[in-house]
């Protein structure tokens, strides 16, 4: 079936996720959800419309934005595209991803080149045209059976206004049977009412239908399922049928939301609308979300950050420890640890580590709780504490290796000592004369030689491996040698020979850190190697 509206090589059918009453509600994982229950037969292409005026979120930070989640092709990204990857198994692009900032840049660039022949350049049609533009062609450029498009913010928002407008036209480029609007809100139940609520649904749902937008689904997200007549009056408000109101409740795990939706008959009416057929195939998926409710036992895993009161800012490494505990049947207890309280005198070493199994050291940026950190590691080091270190993790496992066993008093990285005698950790040399913070940054997949027999070769089981990087820091080469003839096995290195990967060490339970973040690539399928191995020998250690 040909579509000449947008000369596509076949019809894509557009699925158009909107959200209303308040930000959070969990639109990502909704839209990564329904794309999971039709992914089986059809390729489903993710893409999310957001209304900030940043090219991207690489300079914001996480403590305000949450996670920046890089693709394999550089691009820094929404987390929402975390969600779409871990559930849908595709590898996204930086292309899917569009931002207010993006957009305007675009319109700047054809406005300064001539491309309006002297038109007065307008939101409508020329921004919104732009928009659709760029929708159509990652339709056809992926092959998209079902390009799925998740538009930011809520319905009102001034930023997603263009979005909104672009995403209403579709339906008369592609005909109504190609497009389907679905609409995720909140259903409250006000304190000791006990009675769930419609009406910030009906209002919501008000606001989108004067931007010309009718939603074929309305997605209630509630603390428990809707009631049936609570079901009826959204549909009769909001003019649908009541079976196209489905409920979106609150799960302890957001991999159950797509089983919800399954029993909530979202595919088939997906199937009736679009005209399409891709029963879910979630077998091993279900058995895997079973096991998360039958944990056996527990293990604690300590994160030593800096960004610990949102823990947004660490999504990706709390999604890679709950795909292992599917694995493992141990729930993973996660201990926030702030390193500043350390680094400071607030809190011990040792106290902190009571009853901890394993330690992670995440990535970050500067150089509050630092030393902390380096606390931590020479702890966990000494005490034969299971440990991964991951971008920033590695640098400080390195230093302090450096100062305790080669002799290298006050090593460091010259990102928090310039004047340093002994900088095992230095700038990488094309990233000295960069001016700008965006995207300037070693970022995306690279491949990494491993050493064969190490413990990161087991791990991965394969010679070449590739992960994704966010960095501008490596490990001072002109150290290498020292460090190795000290102890310090560095078992993966880039192809060149010139970057440090990986590093460990041997007489340790489980002492693994990298340059990479390999929290990126985990899957409720398939987790991340390093965190599989780092929960095993926090059980191993338990037992």
């Not at 990102?415 to 005698?421: I, K, P, Y």
């Not at 030689?449 to 070449?464: M, N, R, V």
Request: some cysteine; proline content about 5%; overall charge neutral.
């Amino acid at each position: 079936m040909y579509n000449t509206r947008n000369k596509n090589t076949k019809q894509t059918k557009y699925i158009i996720v909107t959200g209303g009453v308040l930000s959070g509600l969990g639109k990502g994982i909704a839209a990564a959800s329904i794309g999971r229950l039709l992914s089986s037969r059809l390729k489903v292409v993710p893409m999310k419309l957001d209304g900030y005026l940043n090219v991207d979120p690489g300079t914001m930070n996480p403590i305000e934005h949450g996670e920046v989640f890089v693709l394999d092709d550089g691009g820094e990204v929404d987390m929402d595209f975390g969600h779409y990857e871990r559930f849908l198994g595709v590898t996204c692009k930086f292309e899917w991803n569009l931002t207010m900032g993006k957009v305007f840049e675009a319109i700047r660039r054809k406005e300064r080149r001539g491309d309006y022949l002297g038109k007065t350049v307008q939101y409508v049609p020329h921004v919104a045209n732009w928009i659709k533009e760029k929708i159509y062609e990652t339709a056809k450029k992926e092959e998209a059976d079902i390009l799925m498009v998740e538009v930011g913010g809520t319905i009102g928002d001034i930023e997603n206004e263009l979005y909104v407008e672009a995403c209403r036209q579709i339906k008369k480029d592609v005909g109504e049977e190609n497009v389907m609007y679905i609409h995720l809100t909140y259903v409250p139940i006000p304190t000791k009412v006990n009675e769930q609520k419609s009406k910030p649904t009906q209002q919501s749902v008000n606001l989108l239908r004067q931007r010309g937008i009718k939603p074929d689904i309305i997605i209630g997200r509630c603390e428990r399922h809707l009631d049936p007549h609570i079901k009826r009056k959204i549909a009769i408000f909001c003019d649908i049928d009541e079976e196209e109101v489905i409920s979106g409740v609150d799960v302890d795990s957001v991999y159950k939301i797509p089983l919800v939706f399954e029993k909530e008959g979202l595919p088939e009416i997906l199937h009736k609308k679009l005209g399409i057929y891709s029963p879910p195939e979630l077998r091993q998926w279900e058995k895997l979300v079973g096991n998360l409710e039958e944990l056996e036992k527990e293990v604690t895993i300590a994160i030593c950050g800096k960004y610990t009161q949102l823990e947004d800012s660490y999504a990706s490494i709390i999604e890679s420890l709950v795909h292992c505990s599917a694995h493992t049947k141990h729930k993973v207890n996660i201990r926030w640890l702030e390193t500043t309280d350390i680094e400071e005198g607030k809190q011990v070493v040792e106290e902190a580590m009571k009853g901890v199994d394993g330690v992670i050291v995440p990535g970050g940026f500067g150089t509050r709780g630092t030393e902390g950190k380096i606390k931590v590691i020479n702890y966990v080091r000494e005490k034969k504490i299971p440990f991964l270190g991951i971008c920033l993790g590695l640098q400080l496992a390195v230093i302090e290796y450096a100062r305790d066993k080669c002799g290298m008093e006050n090593a460091n990285s010259t990102e928090f000592d310039e004047d340093t005698r002994y900088p095992v950790v230095d700038i990488m040399p094309e990233q000295k004369t960069v001016s700008e913070k965006g995207a300037t940054m070693r970022l995306g997949a690279y491949p990494a030689i491993l050493k064969p027999g190490s413990l990161a070769h087991k791990l991965y089981g394969k010679e070449e491996v590739s992960e994704r990087h966010r960095h501008r820091y490596e490990v001072n080469p002109d150290y290498i040698g020292k460090l190795e003839e000290k102890g310090l096995i560095i078992s993966g290195m880039s192809p060149n020979k010139k970057l440090v990967e990986f590093i460990e060490l041997k007489d340790h339970p489980y002492f693994i850190a990298t340059q990479a973040h390999p929290e990126l690539k985990s899957k409720l399928l398939e987790p991340a190697p390093l965190f599989f191995g780092l929960v095993k020998a926090a059980i191993a250690l338990k037992n």
